[in-house]
């Protein structure tokens, strides 16, 4: 029985620091509510269009600003008080929010205005997400960074999988103009929670926020190594291996059960990332950190390979278009493919907050911010046209392999980051 408490997530962090607690509480309403959001606003554009290249023109608008502002955010956030920074994009993500509900309940029935709101609320998130981070290790030390990773895990698996649920509960029984208002509500818990953060100003020498100073970070970038495998590493996983384009098809043509299928498998990918967070109390002592991503990156790799596997060899929906039992072991996988991609996320983020100085971090988050947004995106695309060739299932099968594959031989060329010490971060 002694054992046990070890092997649940670590709560030292949210004890030790008044300030990482209240950012963690706020940063997991924001969480709900991003996901929250993000469905509703796929839902509302489809019931205004009926159109799937409008639904899919929501991630592009949003992907754009993402990138730009998730470079030049960087270079603000390691300019000024990284708590002005994160109240003032908090409180511009609340205003979003608000603009969400009021065209609901106005009932504007307008996609552009839904796209405008989707751009200014990705813009803000791409200066938010990074200052949350950057400010981490101030909070909380870097010893105690692996569990504050696993504790930013545990909220996301679980907003992940609560966000979306939430969404679709508000929108089918009340509609809209409630489900908007909720993640407005949510946000003002948000945003409280920060106020009360401690003056964060960035140390060492501050440069003027401009060109200048992103262009500085990509000169620092080019010169560590390890901080560029974790990006690297990561979009090798991504942009092989992500499977979530193949879902409707596998829930319309394979497994059966349409859209929910395809939102249990969605799910899975969530109750792993939660699952990882909940049971992560041995990751603080994991000193060789760099291998230990190369483990996970090939057990994300291998569970895809295994789902694409039992979707090949999927009989095919049952009468009437309904789920078989192959839903479960499918969903299995993707609960395994979560609970790697947790992990290697969780020491990714600890190497790159370790081994960056302070003044850069906010810089380092941003290209961080842009790599955890693009890899995904291109993922879709290239999965997304395997499968017009090969079929879903054996296009997850490739892809998994391929990241496999992938992963060892960048293992092969880059022994500094398998030997890379948490005891010793060297960027």
Request: charged letters at 10%.
């Amino acid at each position: 029985m002694g054992r046990v408490p070890r092997l649940l997530v670590d709560l030292t962090p949210l004890r030790v620091s008044v300030p990482y607690r209240r950012m963690w509480l706020g940063t997991s309403l924001s969480a709900v509510g991003t996901g929250l959001t993000t469905t509703a606003v796929g839902l509302q554009v489809w019931d205004l269009t009926r159109s799937n290249l409008s639904v899919g023109l929501v991630g592009l608008v949003g992907f754009v600003p993402l990138v730009l502002l998730g470079l030049y955010g960087g270079a603000l956030i390691d300019a000024y008080d990284r708590r002005r920074v994160i109240l003032a994009t908090s409180t511009g993500l609340w205003l979003v929010a608000a603009g969400f509900a009021v065209q609901a309940w106005l009932g504007l029935d307008d996609v552009r205005v839904l796209y405008v709101l989707v751009a200014l609320q990705n813009g803000l998130f791409a200066i938010n997400s990074p200052a949350r981070s950057a400010i981490v290790p101030r909070l909380v030390g870097t010893q105690l960074l692996p569990a504050a990773n696993a504790l930013s895990g545990l909220s996301f698996g679980i907003s992940m999988a609560v966000g979306p649920l939430l969404a679709g509960l508000l929108v089918g029984r009340a509609g809209y103009g409630w489900a908007y208002t909720v993640e407005v509500v949510l946000l003002v818990g948000a945003v409280v929670s920060l106020v009360a953060l401690p003056s964060l100003p960035p140390e060492g020498q501050v440069r003027r926020a401009g060109l200048a100073s992103v262009v500085e970070g990509l000169r620092f970038l080019a010169t560590r190594p390890n901080i560029r495998a974790t990006f690297a590493i990561d979009l090798t996983a991504m942009v092989l291996a992500m499977p979530r384009v193949l879902f409707p098809a596998i829930g319309a043509t394979v497994l059966g059960g349409g859209a929910t299928t395809a939102g249990i498998l969605l799910a899975g990918v969530a109750v792993g990332s939660a699952l990882a967070g909940l049971f992560s109390g041995p990751i603080g002592r994991v000193r060789r950190q760099g291998h230990a991503v190369v483990v996970a990156v090939l057990g994300w790799g291998t569970a895809v390979a295994a789902f694409g596997v039992v979707v090949a060899l999927a009989p095919g929906p049952g009468p009437g278009g309904a789920t078989t039992w192959v839903l479960w072991p499918a969903t299995a996988c993707m609960v395994l493919a979560g609970a790697a991609d947790s992990i290697s996320s969780i020491f990714r983020s600890t190497i790159l907050q370790a081994a960056t100085p302070d003044a850069m971090r906010g810089r380092l988050q941003g290209v961080f911010i842009v790599v955890v947004a693009g890899g995904p995106r291109l993922g879709d695309l290239v999965l997304g046209g395997t499968a017009d060739v090969t079929g879903v299932g054996w296009a997850a099968v490739l892809g998994g392999l391929a990241c496999v594959v992938g992963v060892l031989l960048f293992a092969w060329r880059h022994p500094g980051f398998r030997r890379y010490d948490a005891l010793h971060p060297v960027a």
